[in-house]
């Protein structure tokens, strides 16, 4: 089955500067391949996702970058603000049945120094 | 904007007890689906359910859960006799059908404490 590794597990930044957030998986039948922010005690909300068929997608200070053949895919966080530190998981859809479950990578605690 | 919701909130409960956690998916979804955290670590997939019957489950799916869809409206997860080892925070999510729309929407979870 599929499987989702990321690193780092956590990663320490100064505002105002980028995060990366690095994610591979196995399947190369993945095809979508989703993040999810986790603040403390709430539900993981998704902040932004890619489909196969594009490498990059961008949304105001967050962007993802999928690379199919090496099946890996990343999170690019710019102008990092106190407010976006938080656990981020990502995931990566397998296939069956009509619509596949999420497998999630174990996380990375994100904080954010002012 | 519709969110999935579940109850209840905490749950506590001993060790070979009952549980039933029930979820509210969002109302014109098809698609849904249980994951489990426990304290600290990933969110690890349970089981997912289309057309009233189970799409997919996991290997953490075994015998002691069943799923269910009760009304046109609720969702829910039974664990038959709880272990310790069920303690976890369990989250509710739904999706509506087709391409290409695969978002899933959590709910806010059901801490679940078995004592």
């Known amino acids: 089955g599929e499987n989702v590794e990321q690193h780092p597990s956590t990663l320490s930044v100064q505002e105002g500067d980028s995060a990366v957030i690095k994610c591979t998986y196995s399947?190369?039948?993945?095809?979508?391949f989703p993040w999810y922010k986790q603040e403390l005690g709430k539900r993981p909300q998704l902040i932004i996702d890619?489909?196969?068929?594009?490498g990059e997608k961008k949304d105001q200070r967050i962007a993802v970058t999928l690379n199919k053949t090496a099946k890996h895919f990343s999170l690019h966080i710019t102008e990092t603000q106190p407010e976006d530190s938080a656990v981020y998981f990502c995931?990566?859809?397998?296939?069956?049945?009509?619509?596949?479950?999420?497998?999630f990578g174990k996380g990375t605690k994100l904080s954010v120094k002012p | 904007e519709p969110e999935v919701t579940q109850t209840p909130s905490h749950q506590v409960t001993q060790m070979g007890q009952e549980v039933i956690l029930r979820c509210v998916p969002i109302?014109?979804?098809?698609?849904f689906y249980w994951y489990r955290q426990i304290l600290g670590q990933k969110v690890e997939f349970l089981v997912s359910?289309?057309?009233?019957?189970?799409?997919?489950k996991s290997e953490i799916f075994d015998d002691q859960f069943s799923v269910e869809r009760p009304d046109g409206s609720n969702f829910t997860l039974k664990i038959r006799s709880t272990k310790l080892e069920d303690s976890a925070m369990y989250f509710c999510?739904?999706?509506?059908?087709?391409?290409?729309?695969?978002?899933?929407?959590f709910g806010p979870g059901t801490r679940l404490t078995v004592t």
């Open positions: 999510a739904s999706s509506t059908t087709g391409n290409p729309s695969y978002e899933q929407y």
């Open positions: 399947d190369s039948a993945s095809n979508y």
């Open positions: 890619i489909r196969s068929n594009v």
């Open positions: 995931a990566a859809r397998t296939h069956g049945g009509s619509q596949g479950n999420l497998i």
């Open positions: 109302s014109n979804h098809l698609y």
């Open positions: 359910f289309y057309n009233n019957e189970i799409s997919e």
